[in-house]
């Protein structure tokens, strides 16, 4: 057999891109053969000792999560586990696959072990003839060695062999380097490896080999599996490297980049991420003009590329110049969301289409535009993988562009004037193609939802980019901004305006899924959805500066929310952006992860927790479009007595909380508060509205005030704690005084600002709580706390602290002025879903009351 093998030592370039990339494989399991790859193959196969190098970084793997190592060889196991002095987390598999633990013999029924005598005392009567042959005796088989026997007597040996003992019923034959193993059991390594696959559930699998018995194992591994042979001759291998040594030398290798990974050093900082958006489908960049995210034809729909939850592999569409070594940067085209990447000789910019204006329509095409412009050669890499990779992607070349085979939806890439090579990487796609500029811009247009690639006649492409661009700054420049941190507030303002859903009104609370609150770990939660709470305060964000179509649209959401449910008291926390039940949580597998951060989930399980504090949002919004005499109706009025109600019916029950704690329900303090403020503010809105009074609920109003003031305090915390009864701290709780229950300036409150800025702030940001919630991982502190304790200091008259915290609050603002969900001010990094509706409607709401005065 003779396959294509690259050679390692001749360009090291390939095999160095595959270690890095099966490096960040969901789940890896990585195997070695023996003799000849952790040992050099000597003449007394007892003196066959591993290098020690090989076995430091296959321990070193073997410790790492999700991560599993093994040793697959043709030795009897005992002789393996003797040799290595491997145990414990690295596996060990003897006698070719045959021997997975040591207890193996046992398991020989007695048709076999008769059968494995016969062949025994057959070999040691042919071995007689020269005292270079040595048996040996295996659980399952028995190995002929004729390493140290001229060339003619060995080859006497073995024809006698092969024409006696190897001819016998249920024996099978295995051919090694100076080797014959004849085995009374059907076993091979490539069963052993799949056997193994299965066992550790490995997504991916490294094995390396240098014997002839080692193609087995090369045979079986497909997609992103990587085989490497140790040494010459023929193999399945894609690879080769020379010896043992650089066997060890690949090891370390592999584990350096494994670790690297694993602890999230080579991940972009999620704040460097930009976000596109045309009201339907929201897509992220990175640095680099690379489109890492994006999920169509819908904000929740499976991700069509999702490097950034799963790396390369996961799907990405690059651009990038040839031979720059110039770092790029990134910015908004003035006050948009149109994206502008310059290296030194080439600049990218990227939108989607928003040129029709804002999407109205549930069915709609969606089109990504890219523009590059320079002088030079230009890189561009297409490599969508549908369904978040679990569908198999397969891109068809056409006049001027790519198609998307067999896909649901049609899907195109317009690309006229580059010439396209298709790669295979596994079961998928990627095309690639090199073009060089001589200042004639090259425009590509991915296309959703259409199969034709043919030029847009009614529209040119110019026109689309100034239209789309117009739309954002015409919207933009509309909103009346607060005199603090005016660029700061407007691009928090079109990231909300970017997270709502056109078509329906909805808003979500970020673009992504599954960004991780703690490095690593499993606090990874599907934010594209729609949160009656989240959504609420975000319109209200909006409506301050002077902006009422969201909060209005958002609105006529919620009726058609109201209408379907049950009943307004058992809605639930969260739905979908066309209003409907989110899905059940399920997990992606084949995803790694955000800096190895899984599992990588869609859906939310919080759809069905109790959370009574939704309410209070949603009446607030009521109450500020009311102030800011929007045309509100009947049916907004209606809304505000049906939350009343809810509030009426379920006020004093225990729920999870803001925070979703997935443990049992409490009384949490939080929630009464939003209890409390959808009752005052359905008083407000009845004697604004109505011209009426509404003495039933003021008595409830009361009755729930003076529920929350005796149960809230806890004296020896000195602070109004997370839930009746409970000692720790929230920061949630501020909200106590930022509603409106108790005047800011109180002493309590007071006391309480204190006890959140002592326990729960590090630096520039504030944590939730530091109690246990039933998860495991320390996340990290959540911008929308730091902005609830600026307005608390501010509120309580403590100016001066309001102004600093926010100032270190702006500070960790990137370029583009986009914040994630958290800020570990242990490690220095952002964490969670991004952009975070949360966050940046904290910093409209701080840049407006610093404003005030």
Not at 434 to 450: D, K, M, N, Q, V
Not at 830 to 844: D, E, F, K, V, W
Request: hydrophobic residues 40%; negative net charge; aromatic residues 6%.
């Amino acid at each position: 057999m003779t396959t294509p093998c690259e050679s390692h030592m001749l360009s090291g370039d390939p095999l160095d891109h595959a270690l890095e990339a099966v490096a960040k494989s969901p789940v890896l399991l990585i195997a070695t053969d023996y003799d000849g790859t952790l040992a050099p193959i000597v003449e007394d196969p007892a003196q066959a000792k591993p290098l020690r190098e090989s076995l430091v970084a296959l321990r070193a793997l073997a410790a790492m999560p999700r991560t599993s190592t093994a040793v697959i060889s043709g030795r009897a196991l005992a002789d393996l586990a003797a040799m290595t002095t491997l145990d414990g987390p690295v596996l060990l598999v003897g006698s070719h696959g045959s021997e997975f633990d040591q207890d193996f013999v046992q398991t020989l029924t007695a048709e076999q072990t008769k059968l494995r005598q016969r062949v025994i005392d057959e070999m040691q009567q042919v071995a007689a003839a020269d005292a270079g042959f040595r048996v040996e005796v295996k659980p399952a088989s028995v190995a002929f060695h004729f390493r140290s026997v001229e060339p003619a007597v060995a080859d006497k040996a073995i024809s006698e062999l092969m024409d006696g003992a190897a001819t016998w019923e249920h024996v099978r034959i295995k051919h090694g380097k100076k080797v014959l193993e004849l085995a009374v059991v059907d076993t091979s390594k490539g069963e052993a490896l799949d056997a193994l696959r299965q066992r550790v559930g490995a997504s991916a699998v490294v094995f390396l080999g240098d014997d002839v018995t080692d193609e087995d194992a090369f045979s079986r591994l497909h997609g992103p599996d990587l085989a490497i042979k140790v040494g010459e001759g023929d193999t399945a291998a894609k690879f080769r490297i020379s010896d043992p040594t650089e066997v060890a030398r690949l090891l370390a290798q592999l584990a350096s980049a494994r670790q690297a990974w694993l602890s999230g050093a080579d991940a972009i900082p999620i704040e460097e991420h930009a976000l596109l958006s045309d009201g339907r489908v929201m897509a992220l960049v990175a640095p680099a003009a690379r489109l890492v995210w994006m999920c169509a034809p819908r904000i929740d729909s499976p991700a069509l590329f999702a490097e950034l939850l799963g790396g390369p592999t996961a799907g990405h569409f690059s651009v990038a110049p040839v031979n720059d070594d110039t770092q790029p940067t990134t910015r908004y085209d003035g006050n948009s969301l149109v994206l502008r990447t310059e290296w030194s000789r080439i600049a990218v910019t990227d939108f989607l289409d928003c040129s029709a204006g804002k999407p109205t329509q549930r069915a709609g095409r969606t089109e990504l535009l890219r523009t590059i412009e320079g002088r030079g050669e230009v890189e561009i890499t297409f490599a969508p993988r549908l369904d978040f990779g679990r569908t198999t992607t397969r891109l068809a070349l056409r006049d001027d562009g790519l198609e998307i085979d067999d896909t649901i939806d049609p899907i195109v890439l317009r690309a006229p004037g580059v010439t396209w090579e298709l790669q295979e990487e596994g079961p998928h796609h990627t095309a690639v193609g090199r073009i060089t500029l001589r200042g004639e811009p090259l425009r590509l247009e991915l296309r959703y939802g259409t199969g034709s690639l043919r030029e847009n006649q009614s529209i040119s492409f110019d026109e689309r980019y100034r239209l789309t661009k117009a739309y954002w700054e015409s919207w933009a420049d509309r909103l009346v901004l607060p005199k603090r941190e005016t660029r700061l507030v407007r691009q928090s303002a079109l990231v909300l305006k970017g997270l709502c859903y056109g078509p329906t009104g909805g808003i979500v609370a970020a673009a992504t899924t599954s960004l991780p609150e703690t490095l690593g770990g499993v606090r990874n939660w599907d934010y594209r959805y729609c949160w009656l709470r989240d959504a609420s305060m975000s319109a209200t964000a909006l409506v301050k500066l002077g902006s009422f179509t969201e909060a209005m649209g958002f609105l006529d959401w919620m009726l058609g929310v109201i209408d379907r449910a049950a009943a307004p008291e058992r809605l639930m926390p969260l739905y979908t952006v066309t209003g409907h039940e989110v899905g059940a949580e399920a997990e992606i597998a084949e995803l790694a992860g955000y800096a190895g951060s899984r599992p990588v989930r869609v859906g939310n399980a919080a759809r069905g927790q109790v959370q009574l504090d939704v309410f209070g949002p949603i009446a607030e919004l009521i109450w500020q479009l009311l102030l800011a005499e929007a045309p509100l109706s009947s049916e907004h009025w209606r809304l505000a007595e049906a939350l009343v109600h809810a509030v009426e019916a379920r006020w004093h029950e225990p729920d999870h909380g803001i925070w979703e704690i997935r443990k049992p329900r409490r009384h949490h303090v939080h929630s009464k508060v939003m209890c409390w403020l959808t009752v005052d503010r359905g008083i407000r809105i009845s004697e604004r509205f109505l011209d009426r009074s509404r003495p039933g609920w003021e008595k409830l109003r009361d009755q729930i005030a003076s529920d929350i003031l005796a149960n809230a305090w806890n004296e020896e915390t000195g602070a109004y704690t997370a839930a009746y009864g409970a000692s720790e701290l929230d920061a949630s709780s501020l909200w106590i005084g930022l509603s409106g229950l108790v005047d800011c300036t109180e002493d309590r409150f007071g006391r309480t600002i204190d006890a959140v800025n002592n326990s729960l702030r590090c630096g520039p940001t504030v944590y939730r709580y530091l109690t246990d919630d039933g998860l495991p991982g320390r996340e990290g502190g959540f911008f929308i706390c730091a902005s609830w304790l600026v307005e608390s200091l501010f509120k309580a008259g403590r100016h001066q602290e309001a102004d600093a915290l926010f100032a270190e609050l702006i500070e960790l603002s990137d370029g583009t002025g986009l914040f994630p969900e958290e800020f570990d001010p242990m490690l220095g990094k952002t964490l969670g879903n991004h952009p975070q509706a949360y966050s940046h409607l904290g910093i409209i709401e701080n840049a407006l009351t610093l404003s005030s005065v």
